[in-house]
Nanobody
Framework: QAQLVESGGGLVQPGGSLRLSCAASGTIFSVFAMGWYRQAPGQPREMVAT???????NYADSVKDRFFISRDAAKNTVWLQMNSLKPEDTAVYFC???????????????WGQGTQVTVSS
């Protein structure tokens, strides 16, 4: 019933910056929460940053003070500004959304296809 489309990944030098974006579309009544997860080679998927419907932000310890999440609820869009990038930030980054489709109070989880971020000199 919904799709998440990501963009903004790429190759960047250590210390550089990237900005990821994600937009949800489809049969959407409301979006409860959106966020970003990542999966590095040989590692499990981990939470990077999330934004709830109340505007509560949550960050992984490894990205605090470097990454910043922002959200436009009216546009069902979320961004991740990544600064001071390190080689260990290299991963596939996935957009996440918890979406309500109708007046029924039921939410479903959706994931984007993933976008590659590579930090290397």
């Amino acid at each position: 019933q919904a799709q998440l489309v990501e963009s903004g990944g790429g190759l960047v030098q250590p210390g550089g910056s990237l900005r990821l974006s994600c937009a949800a579309s489809g049969t959407i009544f409301s979006v409860f929460a959106m966020g970003w997860y990542r999966q590095a080679p040989g590692q499990p998927r981990e939470m990077v940053a999330t934004s709830s419907s109340e505007g509560v932000l949550n960050y992984a310890d490894s990205v605090k003070d470097r990454f910043f999440i922002s959200r436009d609820a009216a546009k069902n869009t979320v961004w991740l500004q990544m600064n001071s990038l390190k080689p260990e930030d290299t991963a596939v980054y996935f957009c996440y959304a918890k979406i309500r489709h109708t007046t029924a109070k039921v939410y479903n989880d959706y994931w984007g296809q993933g976008t590659q971020v590579t930090v290397s000199s």
